[in-house]
């Protein structure tokens, strides 16, 4: 089982940056795909982007497209969500999340096995 513990969320205005990280620890990290969701008050959760487990392919949902990116070091263990232009509309808890099986090219919702514990990013207008 691997445990993911993610960072780097906060407070920022529209038209801003952040860099959430997602640490793992545990299972081998790098044969794993891993995908960042997101969940707004009074919404399900959504996938908001995935990748590989060898970083070679990459998701997004279309209303991130273009502003936001997904990499992996696994060197580091570290998974990375760079989001710029925000928007008040991305504003929610943002969760890491880990495939359940080796060298997967996705993380689906009906895929994951590990979830991190969350980080909430606020964007204001």
């Known amino acids: 089982q691997v445990q993911l513990v993610e960072s780097g969320g906060g407070l920022v205005q529209a038209g801003g940056s952040l860099r959430l990280s997602c640490v793992a620890s545990g299972r081998a990290f790098s044969r794993y795909a891993i995908g960042w969701f997101r969940q707004a008050p009074g919404k399900e959760r959504e996938r908001v982007a995935s990748?590989?487990?060898?970083?070679?392919?990459?998701y997004y949902v279309d209303s991130v497209k273009g502003r936001f990116t997904i990499a992996r070091d696994n060197a580091k263990n570290t998974v990375y969500l760079q989001m710029n232009s925000l928007k008040p509309e991305d504003t929610a808890v943002y969760y890491c999340?880990?495939?359940?099986?080796?060298?997967?090219?996705?993380?689906?919702?009906?895929?994951?096995?590990?979830w991190g514990q969350g980080t909430q990013v606020t964007v204001s207008s």
């Open positions: 990748i590989s487990w060898d970083g070679g392919s990459t």
């Open positions: 999340a880990a495939a359940g099986i080796v060298y997967s090219i996705y993380v689906t919702p009906t895929s994951v096995a590990s």
